[in-house]
């Protein structure tokens, strides 16, 4: 079993429509969590981190569900510009495990008009 | 702040050939890591730092090898490449802030093996 699985997509949406994406990881002593985004043949770029107590930036809101191990990121009013491939990343904190994330394989969005 | 940058951008290697690829970070950040990026595997870790003088195996360590005598660099050598090393290698780097290890990725060096 993978440690952070994403469902691969594509999502295919029309502008303005509201998109969900899940993740789940399987390392219980996870403790720190992220949705990057990545545009194609670019970097991967942190979109936002994900608290427990859930959070919302603009269009964008985050969840974490511990108990389960689930995370998800929503996105409302899609824009075109919205088109990429979000990635769901976690992190044991402490010791040596700084600077060691671990990524999910990534789901593609493309808005259309 | 340049931020993170990599070099080269491009790289042909033929199989056996060795190389270095580049990374340096300016933002004077503890952690850096290398990772390697294959079509539907997501981004796997190769290795990491967690400081100057620091390196540890990540994921897919076998036929790569670094070393951080510095804060600001951290390259990533290719001992007798492979065709299997075929894929796009980024560094980042990354510092704790309220408990958090946020990374910063640089823009990747794609490279193809012969």
């Known amino acids: 079993r993978k440690e952070v699985e994403q469902d691969p997509g594509p999502f295919n949406v029309p502008e303005g429509a509201t998109v969900a994406f899940n993740c789940t990881y399987s390392n219980s002593a996870s403790q720190s969590f992220f949705w990057y985004r990545q545009d194609c043949r670019k970097e991967p770029k942190l979109l936002m981190s994900v608290y427990s107590s859930g959070n919302e930036d603009g269009r964008f809101t985050a969840q974490l569900n511990r108990a389960s191990q689930y995370i998800s990121l929503l996105i409302r009013d899609s824009k075109l510009s919205d088109s990429a491939t979000y990635l769901c990343v976690v992190n044991v904190l402490g010791g040596t495990s700084y600077g060691k994330l671990t990524f999910g394989q990534g789901t593609i969005l493309t808005v259309h008009p | 702040n340049a931020g993170v940058t990599q070099t080269p951008k491009f790289q042909v290697l033929k199989t056996g050939q060795s190389m270095t690829l580049q990374c340096a970070q300016d933002?004077?950040?503890?952690?850096m890591s290398w990772y390697r990026q294959d079509p539907g595997m997501g981004l796997r870790l190769i290795h990491y730092s967690v400081g100057a003088g620091i390196t540890d195996q990540g994921e897919v360590p076998n036929g790569y090898n670094v070393s951080r005598s510095t804060t600001e660099d951290f390259p990533l050598r290719l001992l007798s490449a492979a065709p299997s090393q075929t894929s796009v290698y980024f560094c980042a780097s990354s510092y704790l802030s309220a408990g958090r290890d946020t990374q910063y990725f640089g823009p990747g060096t794609r490279l193809t093996v012969l």
């Open positions: 933002m004077n950040h503890e952690y």
